[in-house]
C-alpha cells in the first residue's frame, strides 16, 4: 500500500502565507509525478500545481506568481508554499502522486495514482 499524507492546512488572513507538505510512504519504488488540487465548498476539484520526476513545473493560471511547488525526491516529499493567499484560495488542498512499486513497473510504464485525504486551507479576516 501507497499513503499521502498532507500536513500544514489551517487559517490565514488575506495576504498571508502557507506552506503545505505531502508526504509518501508504503512501498515505493519511484514516483512520477507529484501534483497538489484544490476543492473549494461547493466547487469540483480543480488541479493547482504539478511537479514531474524530472522537476518540470505546471501551475495553474490563479496562482501563478503566488504559489510555488517543490519535491525532495530523496525524502519522497512534495511541498506547496503558498503566499498573497486570497479567500479564494479557501479549499481542501489535495496531494496527487504517480508511483511504481517495482522496477518491473517502471520498465513496463505501470504507474499506480494514489491521492491524500487532504488539508484545509481556510482565508479568511
Known amino acids: 500500500q501507497v499513503q499521502l499524507v498532507e500536513s500544514g492546512g489551517g487559517l490565514v488572513q488575506p495576504g498571508g502565507s502557507l506552506r503545505l507538505s505531502c508526504a509518501a510512504s508504503?512501498?515505493?519504488?519511484?514516483?512520477?509525478?507529484m501534483a497538489w488540487y484544490r476543492q473549494a465548498p461547493g466547487k469540483p476539484r480543480e488541479f493547482v500545481a504539478r511537479?514531474?520526476?524530472?522537476?518540470?513545473?505546471v501551475y495553474t493560471d490563479s496562482v501563478k506568481g503566488r504559489f510555488t511547488i517543490s519535491r525532495d525526491n530523496a525524502k519522497n516529499m512534495a511541498y506547496l508554499q503558498m503566499n498573497s493567499l486570497k479567500p479564494e484560495d479557501t479549499a481542501v488542498y489535495f496531494c496527487?502522486?504517480?508511483?511504481?512499486?517495482?522496477?518491473?513497473?517502471?520498465?513496463?510504464?505501470?504507474?499506480?495514482?494514489?491521492w491524500g485525504q487532504g488539508t484545509l486551507v481556510t482565508v479568511s479576516s
Open positions: 511537479i514531474t520526476g524530472g522537476s518540470r513545473i
Open positions: 508504503g512501498s515505493i519504488f519511484s514516483i512520477n509525478a
Open positions: 496527487n502522486a504517480y508511483v511504481t512499486r517495482t522496477y518491473a513497473d517502471v520498465v513496463n510504464d505501470r504507474y499506480q495514482e494514489v
